[in-house]
């Protein structure tokens, strides 16, 4: 569905050019569940951005079910920053439904969808606050009603449960997995974490850095539905993240 072919970015600063992806090639099915995982630095915001359209890659080409389409068509970004990602001045509910701006939807339509997609992450009755009346995860809860709002096809996540709690965390991940399966998205997902990319995907791409690259791919042969306890006791959990520790350990991330 999601096609990355030879793409590359690289930057110009102070007359020196510096490669931040090199030569990444990585299709994704429809419906698949992808996480990315690489050391701090290695270019996966910058992969992220180059899908959803906010930065040109240099080299390469992204392709949608084998065809060119606008920079960022088909997809839509849920930021790490919650903090700074929602508008503070609208409600929660006006938040989801500014991703439906520029449709061509009345505003009645545009507060129905928006309403829907609160209740799908379980805030519907907190639709008339403010995000800075909410918690983190709530908050965050608000970045993923506006992003499903787009009913975009792919949902990009760029490490959207960093700065949770892990008991927040964990029930994010599990609505995160309800949702991807409810309305069957693509997902790719940015982590730092090596448990949380075993326990959410179907693969898991490894980058090393300096220049960006991919290290390895892992497929993530566990069952579904998946358990926060069962999952990860299972000593097939155990071997993935000694893989993948092993795969990071080669790009220099112990
Ligand atoms: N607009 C820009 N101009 C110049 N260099 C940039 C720009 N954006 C990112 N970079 C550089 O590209 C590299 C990769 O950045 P990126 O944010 O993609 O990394 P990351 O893997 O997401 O890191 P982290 O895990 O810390 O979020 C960094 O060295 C960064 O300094
Ligand atoms: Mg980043």
């Known amino acids: 569905m999601l096609s990355i072919r030879s793409l590359g970015v690289a930057y110009q600063r102070n007359g020196q050019r510096t490669t931040v992806l090199d030569d ?24 992220l951005r180059c899908l959803a359209g906010l930065t040109m890659p240099t080299t390469g080409e992204i392709l949608h079910n084998g065809a060119r389409q606008a920079p960022g068509a088909g997809t839509a ?12 001045w609208k409600t929660v509910q006006d938040n989801v439904a500014f991703a439906l701006h ?15 997609q609160l209740a799908t ?9 403010h995000p800075w009346e909410l918690s983190g995860g709530m908050q965050q809860r608000v970045a993923i009603a506006r992003a499903l709002a787009r009913e975009a096809g792919a949902l990009l996540m760029d490490e ?12 994010l991940e599990d609505l995160l997995l309800d949702v991807w399966r409810r309305y069957a998205q693509t997902v790719l997902f940015v982590t730092h974490d090596i448990d949380e ?15 960006g690259v991919i290290r390895g791919i892992v497929t993530v042969d566990l069952s579904r539905p998946r358990h926060q306890l ?19 350990a080669v790009s220099g991330q112990t």
């Open 24 to 47: 990444i090639s990585l299709d994704i099915d429809a419906g698949e569940f992808v996480s990315i995982l690489g050391p701090s630095g290695c270019g996966k915001t910058t992969l």
């Open 77 to 88: 970004m849920v930021f790490q920053d919650y903090m700074n990602s929602l508008f503070p």
């Open 121 to 129: 992450v379980g805030l519907a009755e907190h639709a008339d606050r």
């Open 230 to 248: 069962n999952t990860r006791a299972d000593s097939r959990f155990t071997d993935l993240r000694a893989t993948i520790h092993d795969l990071l």
């Open 102 to 116: 520029d449709r061509r939807l009345s505003r009645r339509e545009r507060n129905e969808i928006a309403l829907r």
């Open 197 to 211: 990319s075993i326990y959410l995907s179907d693969r898991i791409v490894v980058l090393g850095d300096n220049p």
């Open 160 to 171: 959207p449960f960093a700065s949770l709690d892990a008991q927040t965390r964990y029930t």
